[in-house]
Nanobody, 121 residues
Framework: QVQLVESGGGLVQPGGSLSLSCAAS????????MGWYRQAPGKQRELVAS???????NYVDSVKGRFTISRDNAKNTVYLQMNSLIPEDTAVYYC???????????????WGSGTQVTVSS
């Protein structure tokens, strides 16, 4: 099986920065897409940023210019650098990976357990 272990998050004042990381482990042949989603209380989970194995990135409009996603394919790890944080960024952030377990298999979605990010003065 595949496990995604997140680290980072916490409490930060508006305008501050936080960094998240997520490492995938287990029986992995290849990871196609990796990304971060978030869910605020009373709201649906939304895609924050994603990155393909080749480096192509995608961001939700509300974080463009403030957040940067990156990945280390050798370490099966994805990162999210969050700058200029605002209270609206407060949410539980979930790591996602689209993992191919074997060379001959289809890819499956895996999720981390989530890490809380709170932006408040």
């Amino acid at each position: 099986q595949v496990q995604l272990v997140e680290s980072g998050g916490g409490l930060v004042q508006p305008g501050g920065s936080l960094s998240l990381s997520c490492a995938a482990s287990g029986s992995i042949f290849s990871i196609n897409a990796m990304g971060w989603y978030r869910q605020a209380p009373g709201k649906q989970r939304e895609l924050v940023a994603s990155i393909l194995r080749g480096g192509t990135t995608n961001y939700v409009d509300s974080v463009k210019g403030r957040f940067t996603i990156s990945r280390d394919n050798a370490k099966n790890t994805v990162y999210l650098q969050m700058n200029s944080l605002i209270p609206e960024d407060t949410a539980v952030y979930y790591c996602h990976a689209h993992v191919q377990l074997y060379s001959w298999s289809v890819a499956y979605d895996y999720w981390g357990s989530g890490t809380q990010v709170t932006v408040s003065s």
